[in-house]
């Protein structure tokens, strides 16, 4: 079975670029959330998305925004970029929200912004 | 804000010793995970904690969930080098919407 994939594996982007970042959940995987870990440091959470709506929201700029097809896939969006959100952008899945059954991630989107 | 303190930030060990990496927060968790990542790779889930006191053992890894339910630790018996990795801890809110993370653990195994 196929774990969950993410899409680009790495981007390289110009300051005030538009990117767009997808995954793909588990088979069977309604959740999906978006992390993003700065080098050095670890993982902080985005946005989270079942059934196609939000369930939460971490700390960051409108210019960050997601959305969940009815396939359960997600994008992860993020306008006009900048210096610093060059990161390792994970996804991870999992049957339903709800941390205690674990997450699966992907292996990340490595962006880079010049 | 919920914060994780993992501590020591880098750990260097040679092959056959035992260590203990610590999990600190003045929150309450509903949950308590730990991670290990590879360079390039995404988190992978080794153990979910849920009961304050809780202790599991995943062959050379015991990990214990404190009875408040505020802090957890790792402790590896017998190092081997296939454990060295970032080893991360999260903790679950009970909304159930995400994982707040520490900053992680380096663990370098040397043969």
């Known amino acids: 079975d196929a774990g969950v994939t993410q899409s680009p594996t790495h981007l390289i982007k110009t300051r005030g670029q538009h990117v767009t970042l997808r995954c793909s959940p588990i088979?069977?995987?309604?959740?999906v959330s978006w992390y993003q870990q700065v080098l050095g440091q670890g993982p902080q959470f985005i946005f989270q998305?079942?059934?196609?709506?939000?369930?939460g929201r971490g700390n960051f700029p409108d210019r960050f925004s997601a959305r969940q097809f009815p396939n359960y896939s997600s994008e992860l969006n993020v306008n006009a970029l900048l210096l610093g959100d060059s990161a390792l952008y994970l996804c991870?899945?999992?049957?339903?929200?709800?941390?205690?059954?674990?997450?699966?991630f992907g292996s990340g989107t490595r962006l880079t912004v010049v | 804000t919920q914060l994780l303190e993992q501590s020591p930030q880098f750990l260097s060990i040679q092959e056959g010793e035992n260590l203990t990496v610590y999990c600190n927060s003045s929150s309450v968790f509903s949950s308590l995970q730990w991670y290990r990542q590879e360079p390039g790779e995404g988190p992978v889930l080794l153990v979910t904690?849920?009961?304050?006191?809780e202790v599991k053992k995943l062959k050379r890894l015991t990990f214990q969930f404190g009875d408040a339910r505020k802090d957890s630790s790792l402790h590896i018996t017998a190092a081997q080098p296939g454990d060295t990795g970032l080893y991360l801890c999260?903790?679950?809110?009970?909304?159930?919407?995400?994982?707040?993370f520490g900053e992680g653990t380096q663990l370098t195994v040397n043969p």
């Open positions: 998305y079942y059934e196609k709506e939000e369930r």
């Open positions: 904690v849920v009961t304050g006191g």
């Open positions: 991870a899945s999992s049957l339903v929200p709800g941390v205690n059954y674990g997450y699966t």
């Open positions: 999260a903790g679950g809110e009970a909304s159930g919407s995400r994982l707040t």
């Open positions: 088979s069977g995987h309604k959740s």
